[in-house]
């Protein structure tokens, strides 16, 4: 069955630095996307970034990247320069015929 | 653009009650999805709709709840009846489409609170 780990609870970070946030997937399927979505305290669920299993370049978003390692099945997710805007929790997601959600991170961020 | 809207946005049942949630999708958006967000977990997908067809609710517990998609526009989901580990948050998401690149960008709406006593 298809799972995703994100193995950090917690994170913070300080305002202007840079953070990444990890997540594994287990899958046995060859066709996938992989996703991260934020979740600010208002609970409304918007899709920071995506990444297509079969391209090999990394996806970007302007302060959002993704380092994507189909080998390691890993894909994790890269801010840079933090603003407060970016406090809130994190989740990785996989879909192929199923989505399937990680447990979040909660980013904080340091003024 | 209208978002997803989903109604009410709180709830608070006894247990072994009926409860309903309501969903209205981004206009022309043809999936639609339910979520359920139990507090401090990831959302788990409930029930996945293309058009007014269900394409997936192998994660339904069906002998509780139910959902519809009249007319493939919006959707009621619903839990008859409720038991204590129903207490979460239930999401609506729409996309354009089901699998096609960007189109198929999940839109989250703002979710429904049920407690359950």
């Known amino acids: 069955a298809q799972t995703v780990t994100q193995s950090q609870p917690e994170m913070s970070v300080q305002e202007a630095e840079t953070v990444t946030l990890s997540c594994t997937y287990d899958t046995s399927e060859s066709d996938y996307y992989l996703f991260w979505y934020k979740q600010p305290p208002s609970r409304q669920m918007i899709l920071v970034i995506r990444?297509?299993?079969?391209?090999?370049q990394n996806a970007t978003e302007n302060r959002f990247s993704v380092n994507f390692q189909k080998a390691a099945k890993s894909f994790s997710l890269k801010i840079s320069d933090s603003q407060l805007g970016d406090a809130a929790m994190y989740f990785c997601?996989?879909?192929?015929?199923?989505?399937?959600f990680g447990t979040g991170t909660s980013l904080t961020v340091i003024p | 653009e209208a978002g997803v809207a989903q109604s009410p946005r709180y709830k608070i049942i006894e247990k072994r009650q009926s409860v309903a949630f309501w969903c209205n999708p981004i206009?022309?958006?043809?999936?639609l999805y339910w979520y359920q967000q139990i507090l401090g977990q990831g959302p788990k997908l409930l029930i996945q709709?293309?058009?007014?067809?269900?394409?997936?609710d192998s994660q339904l517990p069906k002998d509780r709840f139910s959902a519809e998609r009249l007319k493939g526009v919006d959707s009621t989901l619903k839990i008859q009846p409720a038991k204590l580990e129903d207490s979460a948050v239930y999401l609506c998401?729409?996309?354009?489409?089901?699998?096609?690149?960007?189109?198929?960008?999940?839109?989250f709406g703002p979710g429904t609170r049920l407690t359950v006593l």
């Open positions: 709709f293309q058009n007014n067809g269900v394409v997936d």
């Open positions: 206009s022309g958006h043809a999936t």
């Open positions: 998401a729409s996309s354009l489409v089901r699998w096609g690149g960007d189109t198929d960008t999940q839109y």
């Open positions: 990444q297509e299993a079969y391209k090999q």
């Open positions: 997601a996989y879909r192929s015929h199923q989505f399937y």
